[in-house]
């Protein structure tokens, strides 16, 4: 299986690492046997036909340096667009950074990739916030497969769950906690008693939040999330602009003393059921499972026959979101192998 | 696909039912066609090769009669074992009562059938604790297939998740609660500070445990689901000889207070990782996911890439595990398809 990795950064490198570390049991197991013949990051492109040896090239990105660094096979400036078009694969792996306003670059990757018959995997939850319907109809026209594991819950299976594990039964609702930096702050204000600000710079200093967390605070994360839940388990053709989205930055220390005082907690709740999609602020017991703390993230199906069932895990992080991606790649493998 | 039934009580009614009203979305979606061409209780046997109709079996059984009084299809003390080699089927569902001292009469049924060559579906975790290693051996040996989701959790699908969602990683240790009337009474003590006895007699009342609670209280009913869970997800080829059991009744209420004081609280714990396989009252972080209320079930998995994933659900119940019972013959069919 002939891979082409567009974006190399800290879910594109231990997925490679594990494809290599993990040689022989995926063909043993799952008859799979990867190449990756192309990367591409910021610099350029890496391009190798039978294969790239990875040990040089993530020592060279250890330094800081690009893939098209290397004096034999890299190509400065090349762009993954034509990557995709001069490139032989079977799959593509989009994992450039998220960007919520046009979807770019990924937007255009993906489907470029799609149209030429690639199978996809994105990392990258932008694009398919702005156009999922769309994506998976191009890839039902093309007969390839367009999967997102690692975009909702990092490497917790949410999305596996609700398509793997509940055949014959319906999902009449999803709600969930998808983001875990708002969770750590409002985790932080309930425990510690601070104000939003001096959570927000906690989060930030333990590495849970960027510099600018507008993405997290205002919902839009939680949102875009929901989306791919929605158009994935639900079968509701919708995109961000059909979330009613209300983020964190309202929330006072004042209302979540007296959510404590009640036996409950303030949670920044995704949800979704027959009518409307929405991200808000929402109370929610202390003893129900979906109130987890810290990082967390945590999603309740709610079924038809087995009731409410809630997964629970980390929703980020680099080899996690790794652990998605190579899943997706065994799920690809097994479609083709039909 | 013609399927026989074993055992006619709170799981295998509705799992009928549920056949009957979706006919039409199990064939559309899944090219499912059952046709339940027998069916055993206590009385004998019903059987018709064209399909059984179940709305006159279901009213009958609900005036207390046994599938055998239909005067037309009926044949009273016909038993399991002779329906078993008498009539053609596919699947057969075996849904008798629980016996953990031998397994009877499931585990001669589940034998049988297999050694004829049927595709079995257990809801009855008691053979399966007794002799897993060399049923799953013995269904392999016959080119048929042994699903039993429903003996775990319910309708929550722990084995499904093990088993589907975490494909290319590695669980390393599994731990969980599965025990929904001990989980009961041990919340129960600890909310209403009672002492063990009267939370038993509550839970009684409300119907969480049977007249006799000895395999709940004792921690059976937990190790029969834990050597399940190590053998389909582990490869663990252990029985319930291998697994070191102590119930929950030396616990104290004193010992339960002293746990709340350290935001902790005791809970019965069924866990296996490389070495020990056992079941054992622990004391868990009040905020661990794992730290459920009321009759709920949850397990942790914890993988090498996704790290410590809880999945919580109800465990028990007539539909849910119905439910269940849908998967797994979703599931066969499409084994057989391929």
Same mark, same amino acid.
């Given at each position: 299986?002939?891979?082409?990795?567009?974006?190399?950064?800290?879910?594109?490198?231990?997925?490679?690492?594990?494809?290599?570390?993990?040689?022989?049991?995926?063909?043993?197991?799952?008859?799979?046997?990867?190449?990756?013949?192309?990367?591409?990051?910021?610099?350029?492109?890496?391009?190798?036909?039978?294969?790239?040896?990875?040990?040089?090239?993530?020592?060279?990105?250890?330094?800081?340096?690009?893939?098209?660094?290397?004096?034999?096979?890299?190509?400065?400036?090349?762009?993954?667009?034509?990557?995709?078009?001069?490139? /032989? &694969?079977?799959?593509?792996?989009? +994992?450039?950074?998220?960007?919520?306003? %046009?979807?770019?670059?990924?937007? *255009?990757?993906? $489907?470029?990739?799609l149209k030429k018959k690639r199978n996809?995997?994105?990392?990258?939850?932008?694009?398919?916030?702005?156009?999922?319907?769309?994506?998976?109809e191009l890839a039902r026209y093309n007969g390839v497969c367009l999967?997102?594991?690692?975009?909702?819950?990092?490497?917790?299976?949410?999305?596996?769950?609700?398509?793997?594990?509940?055949?014959?039964?319906?999902?009449?609702?999803?709600?969930?906690?998808?983001?875990?930096?708002?969770?750590?702050?409002?985790?932080?204000?309930?425990?510690?008693?601070?104000?939003?600000?001096?959570?927000?710079? /906690? &989060?930030?200093?333990?590495?849970? +939040?960027?510099?600018?967390?507008?993405? %997290?605070?205002?919902?839009?994360? *939680?949102?875009? $999330?929901?989306?791919?839940?929605?158009?994935?388990?639900?079968?509701?053709?919708?995109?961000?602009?059909?979330?009613?989205?209300?983020?964190?930055?309202?929330?006072?220390?004042?209302?979540?003393?007296?959510?404590?005082?009640?036996?409950?907690?303030?949670?920044?709740?995704?949800?979704?059921?027959?009518?409307?999609?929405?991200?808000?602020?929402?109370?929610?017991?202390?003893?129900?499972?979906?109130?987890?703390?810290?990082?967390?993230?945590?999603?309740?199906?709610?079924?038809?026959?087995?009731?409410?069932?809630?997964?629970?895990?980390?929703?980020?992080?680099?080899?996690?979101?790794?652990?998605?991606?190579?899943?997706?790649?065994?799920?690809?493998?097994?479609e083709l192998?039909l």
């Amino acid at each position: 299986m002939r891979i082409i990795v567009l974006g190399f950064g800290n879910v594109a490198q231990p997925f490679v690492k594990i494809l290599c570390e993990r040689e022989k049991e995926l063909s043993g197991n799952f008859g799979l046997k990867p190449r990756v013949v192309a990367v591409v990051d910021r610099g350029g492109a890496i391009v190798s036909s039978s294969g790239l040896n990875f040990t040089r090239i993530l020592e060279a990105k250890k330094l800081g340096k690009s893939v098209a660094a290397d004096t034999k096979l890299g190509r400065p400036r090349t762009t993954g667009m034509e990557i995709i078009e001069e490139v /032989e &694969a079977d799959v593509v792996v989009e +994992a450039t950074p998220t960007n919520i306003v %046009d979807g770019e670059p990924g937007l *255009s990757f993906i $489907k470029a990739a799609l149209k030429k018959k690639r199978n996809v995997i994105a990392t990258n939850k932008g694009p398919l916030a702005i156009a999922l319907p769309s994506l998976m109809e191009l890839a039902r026209y093309n007969g390839v497969c367009l999967r997102f594991s690692g975009t909702v819950g990092g490497g917790t299976p949410l999305l596996d769950l609700g398509k793997k594990c509940l055949l014959g039964d319906k999902i009449q609702s999803i709600k969930g906690i998808l983001n875990g930096t708002t969770n750590y702050i409002l985790a932080r204000m309930t425990e510690a008693r601070v104000q939003m600000d001096d959570a927000l710079k /906690e &989060a930030q200093a333990a590495g849970y +939040a960027e510099a600018d967390p507008t993405y %997290d605070v205002k919902g839009i994360d *939680s949102a875009c $999330k929901l989306v791919i839940l929605a158009n994935w388990l639900m079968d509701r053709r919708i995109t961000i602009k059909d979330v009613n989205i209300s983020g964190i930055t309202e929330v006072t220390l004042n209302e979540i003393v007296k959510a404590e005082e009640e036996k409950a907690a303030i949670k920044l709740i995704a949800s979704i059921n027959g009518g409307e999609a929405s991200v808000s602020p929402r109370l929610l017991p202390k003893n129900h499972p979906l109130c987890v703390g810290g990082t967390l993230n945590a999603v309740t199906f709610t079924t038809e026959f087995a009731g409410e069932i809630t997964l629970v895990g980390h929703g980020a992080g680099g080899v996690q979101t790794a652990g998605a991606v190579l899943r997706d790649l065994i799920d690809i493998k097994r479609e083709l192998s039909l």
